[in-house]
């Protein structure tokens, strides 16, 4: 990924560029469905989350601000953090009032509004892969890093995949269900590994919870006072049970795992090839390129200057543009785009790019 793509769009939403968002699918979505482009132009579409769909079908749209899901948690303080634990392990971390751009890779999400009168509170959001049960004391070595799709937070590796380090012929399946549930402490660094108290609360259910008293605080069955300062819940508190030298010694190891992970995807498929060969044969000027990323825009700009016949591709709007950058590199020796080529010639793929079209004239440029 381009850096300067990235930074360009994660100053404006807090979030990296990666497929996990939706903001790239509902694009897509635009560009490739007529139906919804159709309701788009005519101002007919709505894109939302689950609980605000709810909410519009319900009662017709949202007066005031209640959090519908989770809203003990809501109510916290600067410096608060909670992880939530079921299919994944979420963790967010109160800001305050001001959004907060992470420079270790987490996420910068709106946490909560209850109500007009209150300020929005702002949050870091993290989110790991949920695994297993504990049957061991111990992993016996063994590591296991769960990138099935790549990393998430605070990596953004879309080339990761998932490793288990550490086998040897004493390894049982115990044993790996252990380092699978380890790796959600590495994730997040809880208890041992972090060696700080982590706080559970003792009712499971805490997100139906939250529902329920926003339920009730939105239809004014209780005020904030009753929930929120007369009603206790009560908890469970784990505390470190290694010394944090071995807990820095694990977490080491662990991290030599995830090394490991970075840039194992498999070879590009024949399908991503064959539309690479043919984009560059059928066309007589191609443009493999970024839809947000500022030097595409300018190398875009500087073609517009020697002719109008050029075709634009842009990677982030395919399903296999990963695949297709991956193709480009073998061919072209780098990463980063735009691609140019011209009468299936490469001209150049960074500042190079700029510099070999300024070195060709109108002329010859309309000639080809």
Partial sequence: MDMACSDFFRAITGLP????FPAFKIKWLYENVEAVRNAVDQDQALFGTLDSWLIYKLTGGKDGG???TDVPGQRSHVGD???TYGTGAFMLLNTGTEPILSTHGLITTVHYRLGPSHPTIYALEDDVLGLYVLQVPESGGVYFVPAFSGLFAPRWDSTARGVILGLTEETSRPHIVRAMIEAICYQSREADILQMPVIRPTWSETTVLGAAVAAGLGSGFWSEEDVFEHHGFSTTIFTPEITPEEADEQFESWMQAVTRTHNSTSAPSPAAKQ????????HKCVVFSKTH???CAKAKSALKQFTSQFTVIEL???PDGDEIQDVLKEMTGGRSVPRVFIGGKFIGGGDDTLSQLRQRTPASQQAE
């Fill in 293 to 295: 990323c500022p030097f």
């Fill in 316 to 318: 982030d709007a395919r």
């Fill in 81 to 83: 953090a909670k992880n």
């Fill in 17 to 20: 560029i990666h497929s996990y």
């Fill in 66 to 68: 209640i959090h519908i």
């Fill in 275 to 282: 539309f690479v060969q043919q984009a560059i044969a059928e």
